[in-house]
């Protein structure tokens, strides 16, 4: 069963007080960063990280409360804010000898590449986000029974308790509706892969949970207070979708685009795990992106 990135080495990294981060790190030449999405590990990155790696140093961490990292209880909102969780990825950089770096990530791990590239944008050269909108605009897209669509965010959003006693009763059923209904072409998340990302996520639902709450709270306050502060990400910036405009009725180029005035925003035909369903498609997507030199 892989393990890992094949050819990369594992790293644990200290980012916080108590808390370590798992990574993979492979490759040599301008540093990179990719997070993972929901529910998934670093592993999700294994087709683009090894392909990268031939001119990058390519960083894939498992995100506080994921995979094989460290996993606080959440004492408070900001322990699994995308504040907090930013913090830890320009930190697990720095440790590792890049004070500046590019910033890829999908789903969850885009939210928090997002986060990192508004509060660090000293430390972010790009910003590459795989399909996610923003916390705040992704609550203004939801509404009336289109919504259904994202149950889990509503579900996990409830006070402590219930959503972590009812996901975990049910684990393997509950994340594995995710790896298979969103997922157009699920011989691209092999089983044993598949079992790797169920096993890691049973182990970490009160995290996982802790981490979607914090999107319903303190996480939508940070994107509003930036919003209406004006604040934008000046670095280049891409983004690639599927087609969730037609069903959920927003502008998803308008909406990043608020964002980032230097954005090239793609629509992607495949389901939600491009980086592993589609790898060529997003590796040249990063590759064009890595290429602007910012002038």
């Known amino acids: 069963m892989t393990q890992s990135v094949p050819g990369f080495v594992t790293r644990r990294v200290g980012v ?21 999405g929901f529910p998934q590990t670093h592993l999700m990155w294994r087709h683009v990280a090894a392909d990268l790696a031939a001119d990058h140093t390519v960083i894939c961490p498992d995100l506080r409360g994921y995979g094989a990292s460290g996993k606080p209880v959440a004492a408070d909102e900001d322990t699994y804010s995308k504040r907090t969780m930013a913090r830890d990825v320009v930190r697990l950089a720095a440790a590792l000898g890049h004070e500046r770096f590019a910033l890829a990530g999908h789903d969850r791990g885009a939210l928090v590449a997002f986060r990192a ?44 308790g219930l959503p972590e006693r009812m996901i975990d009763a049910a684990g393997d059923a509950f994340f594995g509706h995710f790896l298979d209904s969103w997922a157009r072409d699920r011989a691209a998340i092999p089983s044993a892969v598949r079992e790797r990302y169920l096993a890691a996520s049973r182990a970490a639902v009160p995290s996982v949970v802790a981490d979607f709450r914090a999107s319903a709270g303190v996480d939508l306050r940070h ?50 795990f491009m980086a592993e369903e589609d790898p060529d498609t997003v590796v040249a997507a990063l590759r064009e992106l890595l290429a602007d030199d910012g002038g």
Request: hydrophobic content about 45%; proline content about 7%.
């Open 117 to 160: 590239a508004l509060d660090h944008p000293g430390a972010v050269s790009h910003l590459a986000c795989l399909d996610v909108l923003p916390t705040a605009d992704m609550w203004d897209a939801l509404h009336g029974a289109d919504a259904a669509v994202a149950f889990h965010l509503y579900l996990m959003a409830q006070p402590p």
């Open 223 to 272: 994107d509003r207070d930036d919003r209406k502060a004006g604040r934008l990400l000046g670095m280049p910036v891409s983004v690639l979708q599927q087609d969730w405009s037609a069903a959920l009725g927003y502008d998803a180029r308008a909406l990043w685009g608020s964002w980032a005035p230097r954005l090239r925003h793609r629509t992607v035909d495949c389901g939600h």
């Open 16 to 36: 916080d007080a108590d808390v370590e981060l798992h990574a993979a790190v492979g490759g040599s030449g301008p540093p990179l960063v990719l997070l993972h």
